[in-house]
């Protein structure tokens, strides 16, 4: 069990530059998770897959956000056109599970974008 | 509507002295229960877990948690608490009927020397 794991730790990128981060999860895990956390707060919920499938995406999260899950394996979440707001903690959760929420979700160290 | 609270944002604590941190949940249906960990510049780190059965449940780093239904509660316990405790500690909700993980607000753990 390598847990997972997420890269960049840290990107630090101009206002309207488009940013992309990377999450690989735990291999067996069918449950993806992204979150968003600013400093002070608890995690935010933006988008969560299952297997390849993204099935449900936050209303907070705008169109200048998108997340894949090629094959089911690694994820990757791309911001188009950063704004100052965007900066944040972005992280990664993965879990096994195919209904409710009896399994515990295991979270990467986070992507931490600056925008400058 | 699921809801959890953490009533304190801070609780500081003389090292090898008990802590106790505070969760309290809403919810008409049955959950499932986490403590996570976060240590500065880091990713959270779950730390127990109640799913079902005994109400008190031991995690890791000497942590504990006591599940009460009756005053839906869920706090976290230490005996003695080290330096390296030093961190935020978040609650959060889940049920079976959904994957999502309702969050508390956190409470941050300091330790004085």
């Known amino acids: 069990d390598t847990g997972v794991s997420q890269d960049p730790r840290h990107k630090i990128t101009k206002r309207g530059q488009n940013v992309t981060f990377r999450c690989d999860p735990i291999?067996?895990?069918?449950?993806l998770y992204w979150y968003r956390q600013t400093l002070g707060q608890g995690p935010e919920f933006l988008t969560y897959f299952q297997n390849e499938a993204q099935l449900e995406k936050s209303r907070l999260l705008s169109d200048r956000f998108s997340a894949e899950r090629p094959k089911g394996s690694f994820s990757t979440l791309e911001i188009q056109r950063t704004e100052q707001g965007d900066s944040a903690m972005y992280l990664c959760?993965?879990?096994?599970?195919?209904?409710?929420?009896?399994?515990?979700?295991?979270f990467g160290d986070g992507t931490r974008l600056s925008i400058l | 509507a699921q809801s959890v609270t953490q009533l304190d944002s801070q609780v500081p604590v003389f090292e090898e002295a008990p802590v106790e941190l505070r969760c309290n949940y809403s919810?008409?249906?049955?959950?499932?229960l986490f403590w996570y960990v976060q240590y500065p510049n880091q990713g959270l780190q779950l730390l127990l877990k109640y799913l079902s059965g005994s109400t008190l449940v031991k995690g890791i780093n000497g942590f504990e948690a006591e599940f009460n239904k009756s005053q839906t509660s869920f706090h976290l316990r230490k005996p003695s608490v080290h330096i390296s405790d030093t961190a935020e500690y978040f609650c959060a909700v889940s049920m079976d009927s959904n994957y999502q993980l309702i969050w508390g607000a956190g409470t941050k753990l300091i330790i004085k020397p």
């Open positions: 959760a993965s879990s096994l599970g195919t209904g409710g929420g009896n399994q515990p979700q295991h």
């Open positions: 919810s008409s249906v049955s959950v499932y």
């Open positions: 291999s067996e895990h069918n449950r």
